[in-house]
Nanobody, 117 residues
Framework: QVQLVESGGGLVQAGGSLRLSCAAS????????MGWYRQAPGKQRELVAR???????FFADSVKGRFTISRDNAKNTVYLQMSSLKPKDTAVYYC???????????WGQGTQVTVSS
């Protein structure tokens, strides 16, 4: 069983920055893709950013130009750098890992990000 542990959430003022980390319990090179989702109160969970095994990335329109995703294979960790944060970015952020061949889909426990106006 794979464990994903997020960290780095917290309270920040609008315009500020945060970096989220997701540490995996096994080598992340084994994953087809890793990503970050978020879920705000009363809303569905949505994909924020994803990084594929080949290095390509995807960002939701709402965060393009403000968020970046990266990974450190040696540390088995994926990062989400969030800048120019807005109150609407407030949500619980979840780390996700996919293994397409097996259909495996792993989730972290989530980390709260709160952006005050």
């Amino acid at each position: 069983q794979v464990q994903l542990v997020e960290s780095g959430g917290g309270l920040v003022q609008a315009g500020g920055s945060l970096r989220l980390s997701c540490a995996a319990s096994r080598s992340i090179v084994s994953f087809s893709a890793m990503g970050w989702y978020r879920q705000a109160p009363g809303k569905q969970r949505e994909l924020v950013a994803r990084i594929f095994s080949g290095g390509s990335t995807f960002f939701a329109d709402s965060v393009k130009g403000r968020f970046t995703i990266s990974r450190d294979n040696a540390k088995n960790t994926v990062y989400l750098q969030m800048s120019s944060l807005k109150p609407k970015d407030t949500a619980v952020y979840y780390c996700n890992a996919l293994v397409l061949v097996s259909g495996s889909n792993y989730w972290g426990q989530g980390t709260q990000v709160t952006v005050s106006s």
